[in-house]
């Protein structure tokens, strides 16, 4: 993983210069105490992660992060800052960055946070490449009755796991999920090329029903994830599922729903949550 620190404080740039490389964090590819020079500097490495404070004279923090991400869309960033007002904190979030972080920097925290987003990168490489052979494929794979009922059965058991992971095993949707999966991967597409209506039309006789099911049982794994991110950021399953199998924008919403900050929580995208989760199994 390729990082670039940006902080105006030559100390502080010092101090997470060592712990990246005292933990073996990645490879530091750039820093500058100067935020507008930092943004040219960034948008032609394209480092996988950016450290940048908050307030900079030159360019702040959450501006830096809103114009980045126009040019580069797939740099993570981690804001760190003294400032710990909710609504800049929200503001931060909203303008895409991954992770905030209050000083004073506690060593541990960083180096856990850097990990778990190194960790979040490399699943969306591997996702974005099992999806590249997914689209690659002209048609349904070729197996036998007996092979294919075999892979079923392991699949099951890997859905079954993330399941348990979301906290929605035993749901009756869990059952129509998995039959979904299946018949996606037996015909090689993604919900992109079937519509929802098609597949439950295809597999059952109250389409409805299915959906409904579906829907609540997906609903309910982003209700669990989001209090899994309030109890603990840094908790394995929020932050693998968090901005893979939901939107990270809907499960903060849900987060902030949660705490009683707003009155409507977050939306559930189930196209999103079945790709990912076939392409998740794929890779376990």
Known sequence: MKLYIVDDDSTVIKMIEEIILDNNLGEIVGMSSNSLNALEEVCLLKPD????????????GITFVERLLIRSPSTKSIMISQVSSKKIVGDAYEKGITFFISKPVNKKELTQVIRNIGNQIKMEI??????????????????????????????????????????????????????????MKNKG??????????????????????????????????????????????????????????????????????????TSGGKINIKKFLDNLLLIAEEM
């Open 49 to 60: 992660l950016v450290l940048v404070d908050l307030l900079m004279p030159e360019l702040d």
């Open 126 to 183: 591997s996702l974005n490449r099992i999806k590249k052979v997914f689209m690659m494929d002209d048609g349904p794979l070729s197996y036998n009755d007996e092979s294919r009922s075999q892979e079923h059965s392991e699949d099951e058991k890997k859905y079954k796991m993330i399941f348990s992971k979301l906290g929605i095993l035993g749901e009756s949707g869990c059952d129509e999920i998995i039959k979904i999966c299946h018949y």
């Open 189 to 262: 597409s993604s919900s992109n090329q079937l519509k929802l209506m098609d597949l439950t039309n295809e597999l059952s006789d109250n389409p409805k029903a299915m959906e409904q099911r579906i829907r609540r049982t997906i609903n309910k794994g982003l209700s669990n994830v989001a209090n899994l991110g309030i109890e603990d950021y840094l908790n394995e399953t929020f932050v693998n599922y968090s901005n893979t199998l939901f939107d990270f924008d809907q499960v903060r919403l849900e987060m902030e729903c949660v705490r009683g900050k707003k």
